[in-house]
């Protein structure tokens, strides 16, 4: 299923997973090319990676909190900015 069917809520919340999810990819990949024990570092960004794949309701969760929540939280609101305090 697309995002364009989508309702709102479920929308916010998919998309901020996606983004999520990318920039936690991008970290551990420059982390992974920052290093010169890219020997070592390749087969545990394997594993991290997949594990990312696998279970991202889990690493959301650990690193923003309630992933089953995230769509609650709008930037332009202050109401959900004074929620979160």
Same mark, same amino acid.
Request: proline letters at 7%; a neutral charge.
């Given at each position: 299923?697309? $995002?364009d069917a989508l309702p709102a809520?479920?929308?916010?919340?998919?998309?901020?997973?996606?983004? +999520?999810?990318?920039m936690l990819r991008a970290l551990?990949?420059?982390?992974?090319? &920052?290093?010169?024990? &890219?020997?070592?570092?390749? !087969?545990?960004?394997?594993?991290?990676?997949? $594990?990312?794949?696998?279970? !991202?309701?889990?690493?959301?969760? &650990?690193?923003?909190?309630?992933?089953?929540?995230? +769509?609650? $939280?709008? !930037?332009?609101? !202050? &109401?959900?900015?004074?929620?979160?305090?």
């Open positions: 299923m697309g $995002y809520n479920e929308l916010k919340q998919r998309v901020r997973w996606d983004v +999520y999810l990318l551990a990949m420059f982390m992974m090319a &920052a290093h010169g024990l &890219a020997f070592i570092l390749v !087969p545990l960004m394997a594993l991290l990676l997949s $594990y990312f794949e696998i279970w !991202p309701e889990r690493v959301l969760g &650990a690193v923003f909190g309630d992933p089953s929540r995230l +769509y609650e $939280y709008d !930037p332009d609101d !202050p &109401a959900s900015s004074r929620r979160r305090r």
